[in-house]
């Protein structure tokens, strides 16, 4: 028995060290691997490569098909052998090269074995929500801090009492149909991300199958509110959102929000409202790309055409490729629209933070349109220089003498 004990710790230590020079000492793999002892099939070498990171070429195996014309022919003994094995059928379904009829239309119903799923799997649930969550954490932590070390941004001078219009109706629609619904969607896209491992142990499958399901319902169904909010903010404020003379000084001056008695001059938008807009813009549409490339399964492929053009033009590192299944079209969707989820969702937080409890008076403007004369002065004086002579329809009448803007600096309510 002590003689069967000290073998078996024998073995074990013999090959945990030649496992250790192996992997302390790599040999350099060859150009052409000499497979005939293995039938052409994968060496040590092989897999030693694949487990330090190199590139094997997987010719050997996508080529190793078989053939089937050198098979027995089946009125003959043993008919059924030769030829074709299970595992060359296999390779043949694995690298798309199997001669096949299928009973569904098109590409979808050709594809039986899809490698590139489980690089997709493992970035869903490994890199994915871990560095997605690690980013909205992070952005917290800076809100806070920021609150910390500045606190809420107050008025500065005396309120005034009066008003003045800031956003119209239409202008309000347009931002809270994009703000409500993409609170909404954030939250049910990070029940279904983190829902199996952060939910399902709290409240068990059950209670989270009935949560996944209405998550899935309001997520597919509030997106198309949220484009619609995203296009008519675009029509409504793309020509106030381009680039004027006041952005650089108010960049200069971090606009001011770093430091008490800051002002930086700014127009209707400043240099910082006009970033957050066209980052809602552009990650909002593409995200709603994917969106409709995911509502509609299979029917946009998008990431073939854009992976040729990127070759073509050369801005791929190395040759991306472009036979792409439907199953990876739609896996590519899915982990750009998680990811840019993920960024946009970072910009936001910072976005609400500072349009609500971070800056006094910043949320009237989106709740009933107008806003103290005192803080269009602080924050939008150039803005508030164009408009002071004007009274729009919903704000009053138009000042007499003795309310002129240009007399007393103020704007009619």
Same mark, same amino acid.
């Given at each position: 028995?002590?003689?069967?004990?000290?073998?078996?710790?024998?073995?074990?230590?013999?090959?945990?060290?030649?496992?250790?020079?192996?992997?302390?000492?790599?040999?350099?793999?060859?150009?052409?691997?000499?497979?005939?002892?293995?039938?052409?099939?994968?060496?040590?070498?092989?897999?030693?490569?694949?487990?330090?990171?190199?590139?094997?070429?997987?010719?050997?195996?996508?080529?190793?098909?078989?053939?089937?014309?050198?098979?027995?022919?089946?009125?003959?003994?043993?008919?059924?052998?030769?030829?074709?094995?299970?595992?060359?059928?296999?390779?043949?379904?694995?690298?798309?090269?199997?001669?096949?009829?299928?009973?569904?239309?098109?590409?979808?119903?050709?594809?039986?074995?899809?490698?590139?799923?489980?690089?997709?799997?493992?970035?869903?649930?490994?890199?994915?929500?871990?560095?997605?969550?690690?980013?909205?954490?992070?952005?917290?932590?800076?809100?806070?801090?920021?609150?910390?070390?500045?606190?809420?941004?107050?008025?500065?001078?005396?309120?005034?009492?009066?008003?003045?219009?800031?956003?119209?109706?239409?202008?309000?629609?347009?931002?809270?149909?994009?703000?409500?619904?993409?609170?909404?969607?954030?939250?049910?896209?990070?029940?279904?991300?983190?829902?199996?491992?952060?939910?399902?142990?709290?409240?068990?499958?059950?209670?989270?199958?009935?949560?996944?399901?209405?998550?899935?319902?309001?997520?597919?169904?509030?997106?198309?509110?949220?484009?619609?909010?995203?296009?008519?903010? +675009?029509?409504?404020?793309?020509?106030?959102?381009?680039?004027?003379?006041?952005?650089?000084?108010?960049?200069?001056?971090?606009?001011?929000?770093?430091?008490?008695?800051?002002?930086?001059?700014?127009?209707?938008?400043?240099?910082?409202?006009?970033?957050? +807009?066209?980052?809602?813009?552009?990650?909002?549409?593409?995200?709603?790309?994917?969106?409709?490339?995911?509502?509609?399964?299979?029917?946009?492929?998008?990431?073939?055409?854009?992976?040729?053009?990127?070759?073509?033009?050369?801005?791929?590192?190395?040759?991306?490729?472009?036979?792409?299944?439907?199953?990876?079209?739609?896996?590519?969707?899915?982990?750009?629209?998680?990811?840019?989820?993920?960024?946009?969702?970072?910009?936001?937080?910072?976005?609400?933070?500072?349009?609500?409890?971070?800056?006094?008076?910043?949320?009237?403007?989106?709740?009933?349109?107008?806003?103290?004369?005192?803080?269009?002065?602080?924050?939008?004086?150039?803005?508030?220089?164009?408009?002071?002579?004007?009274?729009?329809?919903?704000?009053?009448?138009?000042?007499?003498?003795?309310?002129?803007?240009?007399?007393?600096?103020?704007?009619?309510?």
């Amino acid at each position: 028995m002590f003689a069967r004990i000290l073998f078996a710790l024998s073995l074990v230590v013999a090959l945990w060290g030649g496992g250790s020079t192996a992997y302390a000492q790599p040999t350099e793999p060859s150009a052409t691997p000499d497979r005939s002892a293995t039938g052409g099939a994968q060496t040590l070498e092989d897999i030693l490569a694949r487990q330090r990171g190199e590139k094997v070429d997987g010719a050997f195996r996508r080529e190793n098909l078989g053939d089937p014309s050198v098979a027995t022919a089946p009125t003959d003994q043993l008919g059924t052998q030769g030829g074709q094995s299970n595992a060359d059928i296999y390779r043949a379904f694995r690298y798309n090269e199997a001669d096949m009829v299928s009973s569904v239309p098109g590409d979808l119903g050709t594809v039986v074995i899809q490698d590139g799923g489980i690089r997709w799997l493992e970035l869903r649930r490994g890199p994915l929500p871990r560095y997605g969550g690690y980013g909205l954490l992070g952005m917290l932590g800076l809100v806070l801090l920021f609150y910390l070390l500045r606190g809420r941004i107050m008025i500065q001078g005396e309120k005034t009492g009066q008003t003045v219009l800031r956003f119209r109706l239409l202008e309000r629609i347009g931002h809270w149909s994009m703000a409500g619904p993409f609170v909404l969607l954030a939250i049910t896209g990070l029940i279904s991300l983190f829902g199996r491992v952060a939910i399902i142990p709290l409240i068990g499958k059950p209670a989270f199958s009935t949560i996944a399901i209405g998550s899935k319902f309001i997520h597919n169904y509030i997106a198309w509110v949220f484009m619609f909010g995203l296009i008519l903010s +675009f029509i409504l404020w793309v020509w106030q959102n381009l680039p004027d003379r006041y952005d650089l000084k108010w960049l200069a001056k971090g606009g001011g929000l770093f430091s008490k008695n800051t002002h930086a001059s700014a127009a209707k938008f400043n240099a910082g409202q006009k970033l957050i +807009f066209w980052s809602v813009t552009g990650f909002g549409t593409l995200i709603s790309v994917t969106g409709l490339a995911l509502l509609f399964p299979y029917q946009l492929p998008m990431f073939a055409p854009l992976f040729d053009v990127l070759n073509a033009v050369g801005l791929a590192q190395g040759e991306l490729n472009t036979a792409l299944s439907p199953q990876e079209e739609m896996q590519y969707a899915q982990l750009w629209h998680a990811i840019l989820g993920f960024v946009l969702m970072g910009i936001i937080i910072a976005h609400i933070y500072l349009g609500s409890v971070g800056m006094e008076g910043a949320l009237d403007s989106m709740t009933s349109g107008e806003v103290d004369v005192q803080w269009a002065k602080e924050h939008h004086d150039k803005w508030y220089e164009e408009i002071s002579g004007q009274t729009s329809p919903e704000s009053g009448p138009e000042p007499g003498p003795e309310s002129d803007p240009e007399q007393e600096g103020k704007a009619p309510t």
